[in-house]
């Protein structure tokens, strides 16, 4: 009969010290979705193509599909659920204003990649935002109403502005 090893595993989600047990071999994803209850990484792919797992660990974003559960032992996870004080982030505010997203399935991802470029790079460029997000496959929309409403939530102006200020264009 096979021996099935569990691991008592202890991390900071979304801000709180939580413990659970996992197998060797369950991935990160599974154990925010299903152990945890945290939803809004999507299983899209699961070989680390679509971004749609993404989850920041220790203020990094990581593919959830990708990363064991054990390797997180001890470090801090935090997806969309956790980045929402008081509210939705101006990003999030601004995505909605701007109709960036159609199904919303890329929606957690997204928004993640954009708070940790935000993070090392408070006014980004266009280019900064479309380079952040490009390992997060959007389906349904162009990306550049997602650019845009990172530029706009962070006074960066817009997709039009930055590229013609980057090319030395004047209005
Ligand atoms: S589900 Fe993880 S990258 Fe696609
Ligand atoms: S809005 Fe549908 S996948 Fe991005």
């Known amino acids: 009969m096979r021996t099935v090893t569990r691991h008592q595993i ?3 989600v979304n801000g709180e010290p939580t413990s659970v047990e996992v197998e060797a071999n369950d991935v990160l994803l599974d154990m925010l979705r299903t152990a945890l209850g945290v939803k809004s ?3 899209g792919c699961e070989r680390g193509d ?3 797992c993404t989850v920041l660990l220790d203020g990094r974003t990581v593919r959830s599909c990708l990363v064991l559960a054990v390797e997180a032992d001890a470090h801090e996870i935090t997806t969309v659920e956790g980045i929402e004080h ?3 982030t101006a990003v999030q505010e601004m995505m909605i204003e701007q109709s960036s ?3 919303g ?3 957690p991802g997204i928004v993640l990649a954009a708070a940790e470029l935000i993070e090392r790079a408070p006014r980004p460029t266009a280019d900064e935002v479309r380079e952040a997000i490009a390992g997060n496959l959007c389906r349904c929309t162009g990306y550049e109403s997602i650019v845009d409403a990172v530029l ?3 006074g960066s ?3 039009a502005t930055t590229s013609a200020t980057s090319s030395g264009a004047s209005s």
């Open 10 to 12: 202890r991390t900071i």
């Open 41 to 43: 990484p999507k299983i």
């Open 50 to 52: 679509c971004g749609s």
């Open 86 to 88: 008081d509210g939705l």
């Open 101 to 103: 997203f159609q199904c």
């Open 105 to 107: 399935f890329c929606a």
């Open 152 to 154: 706009a939530a962070t």
């Open 157 to 159: 102006g817009t997709s």
